[in-house]
């Protein structure tokens, strides 16, 4: 349930709730942030006897970013707990910093078994409410669905009180609409994440992403494992034939009346990854639930993308299996056909997940995006270089490059790019097929990249985002809980944003929604602008091919992707395929 946030322009110390929560920038003397100034703190001292004040001096407060008082408030003021929290320099804060700080905030009310928090912003912070209404929405998450009896929280945080001392700005209704949007977009991303392997697997999965779809209103395709045979998808058919719960293959859709850049979202979705054959060790392979985390990304995201309504066309392809163990499991020496046509030899079928991405991105490249992102719970070797709370990413060109830096920058959320480095491509070299699907231990997370690059056919701008450290938090960081944390959804939110203000500005659209509720267009808008400007003429020429208003998704013959006609027929049936594109499967009978 959302929570339900007003928003005044009043002294926290006057407004009524279980908890109080304020911001204070940098003290000057006696509690004051500068002379004459309104401050959140005022009337509180007076209200508590001086207590406030005492503390202050007692726990040298100096309203230091992160530094924090707590008290009891023994009824002195309308509410029982007060918890002052320094931001230091307000006009340094990030979006990132303030979505924290809100966070903190939400979690405090929720230990407190808090049902209304107030929450005190000090001046400065007015146009951030969006990314305060995310942070309150991301701090209050829990996932609490399977506990029972005394386990269950007996109390949820449900209301906020947003107290500002400056003004209310205009849009403040637009931009709390627009974080609570966001923060469930993210949510659901963390919900699918946490979801246990029995319950979430890849049908399972694709329902949730086809309610994501109604509840956004956008369209969704579903294959199911009979699909994906047909189409030749078999790197996803290899991964996912060893379990009972047989792949399947989502796409989501959103096509805007005049879309001027049309971008495509692929995920990761091993709803649990035994490491199949190549089994992995029992320590931690509880945590490989996660493993669908790419995919569970994609899924939130586009649930946002349908409520906000960029001027950008998006697409969101899901490739979902559980890797397993079993009589029908493909092995290590297999040599398999994909959706693309190269032949992969398998090396070791704990690298499942780049072999279900080649599919799924020959198949998002049919849909000729401008920009293909692919995200996922990769390697093992990522979260070595860069630990647990930072992404690692790649891109094809410098200008792609800058503005996804641009967009993870906005959006708060750590990551930091690795190198194509071309040398590593050697150990993709296989005697028996086109390709190896591993390279050497060193530098695994480059070779997985380097091998899911050989898949994405001529689009021109391409990043991987490698999020297996970030995915599956060890710990509260930020504004992001333990277990699921939906990291990378605020980034690719960012991106579209972007490119829909970068097509705003290079034709006549009209501002969409989302640019209204989103932080300022910087200095590094201008390499999307430019890639914009240079797309627009192939787009419209591409655009003018489809029927008028054509709604719902692009032209038929590329939503339904390229079906596997050329290259290797290697696959469960070697040379099985039927002219019309049907193959023949031998009918195992399964226990
Ligand atoms: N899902 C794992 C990667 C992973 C590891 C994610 C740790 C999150 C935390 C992936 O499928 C995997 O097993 N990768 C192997 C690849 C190797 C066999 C080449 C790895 O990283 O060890
Ligand atoms: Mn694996
Ligand atoms: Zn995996």
């Not at 380097?450 to 999020?467: A, K, S, T, Y």
């Amino acid at each position: 349930m959302p929570l339900k946030i007003s928003v005044r322009s009043v002294l926290p110390s006057r407004e009524a709730g279980d908890i109080i929560v304020v911001g204070t920038p940098l003290l000057g003397g006696g509690g004051r942030s500068k002379k004459n100034q309104r401050s959140t703190l005022d009337g509180f001292d007076r209200a508590l006897g001086g207590a406030l004040g005492r503390l202050i001096k007692k726990e040298e407060f100096k309203g230091k970013k992160d530094q924090q008082i707590s008290l009891s408030t023994l009824g002195r003021v309308k509410a029982d707990r007060l918890i002052v929290h320094g931001l230091g320099d307000v006009a340094k804060l990030t979006a990132g910093d303030v979505r924290t700080f809100a966070a903190k905030a939400a979690r405090a009310a929720n230990a407190d078994k808090a049902k209304r928090l107030v929450l005190g912003i000090p001046e400065g912070l007015e146009d951030r409410l969006r990314e305060i209404v995310e942070g309150l929405e991301l701090g209050a998450y829990r996932f609490t669905k399977y506990l029972t009896g005394d386990r269950r929280p007996k109390a949820e945080l449900a209301q906020v009180a947003i107290c500002l001392v400056g003004e209310v700005p205009k849009d403040a209704k637009e931009r709390i609409d627009a974080g609570q949007i966001v923060a469930a977009g993210v949510n659901l991303a963390r919900d699918l994440s946490n979801e246990p392997p029995n319950v979430l697997y890849p049908d399972t999965l694709a329902d949730a992403a086809r309610n994501a779809a109604k509840d956004a209103n956008i369209k969704v395709q579903v294959f199911d494992y009979k699909e994906i045979q047909k189409r030749g998808m078999k790197l996803l058919q290899a991964v996912g034939q060893g379990s009972e719960h047989k792949p399947a293959m989502v796409h989501l859709s959103y096509v805007p009346p005049n879309p001027k850049r049309r971008i495509a979202f692929v995920g990761k979705g091993i709803t649990f990854d035994s490491g199949g054959l190549s089994i992995k060790p029992a320590a931690g392979m509880g945590e490989m639930k996660h493993d669908m985390s790419g995919a569970a990304n994609v899924v939130g995201l586009m649930n946002v993308i349908g409520k906000l309504k960029p001027d950008v066309e998006v697409h969101g392809i899901v490739a979902a299996a559980e890797n397993m163990p079993d009589g029908n499991s493909y092995r290590p020496g297999d040599v398999w056909g994909s959706l693309d046509g190269k032949s992969v030899e398998i090396i070791n079928t704990d690298a499942e997940g780049r072999l279900i991405l080649a599919d799924a991105l020959a198949y998002a490249r049919s849909l000729e995006p401008d920009l293909l992102v692919d995200n996922a719970t990769l390697t093992g070797a990522c979260v070595v270089a860069l630990g647990n709370s930072c992404s690692g990413w790649y891109a094809n060109n410098e200008a792609t490059a800058e503005e996804f830096a641009a967009a993870a920058k906005a959006s708060g959320e750590q990551m930091w790019r690795l190198p194509l480095l071309e040398d590593l491509k050697d150990q993709l070299k296989s005697d028996s097929a086109d390709l190896k699907h591993t390279g050497d231990r060193w530098g695994g997370s480059i070779s997985a990249a380097l091998f899911l690059r050989e898949f994405i056919g001529n689009v021109p701008n391409w990043v991987h985002c490698d999020i297996a450290g970030p995915a599956m938090g060890d710990r509260i960081r930020g504004w992001d809980p333990k277990g699921g944390t939906g990291h990378g959804v605020l980034t690719f939110l960012a991106l579209v944003d972007r490119a829909s203000r970068a097509a705003a500005g290079a034709g006549a659209a009209p501002a969409p929604s989302v640019a209204k509720a989103g932080p300022p267009v910087e200095e590094g808008a201008a390499p999307i602008a430019k890639t914009a400007a240079r797309k627009t003429k192939k787009a419209s020429a591409r655009k003018s091919a489809q029927p008028a208003g054509a709604k719902g998704g692009p032209k038929k013959s590329t939503a339904e992707g390229p079906r596997a006609t050329k290259g290797a027929d290697v696959g469960p049936d070697v040379g099985a395929r039927e002219p019309q594109g049907r193959t023949k499967t031998s009918a195992r009978k399964r226990r």
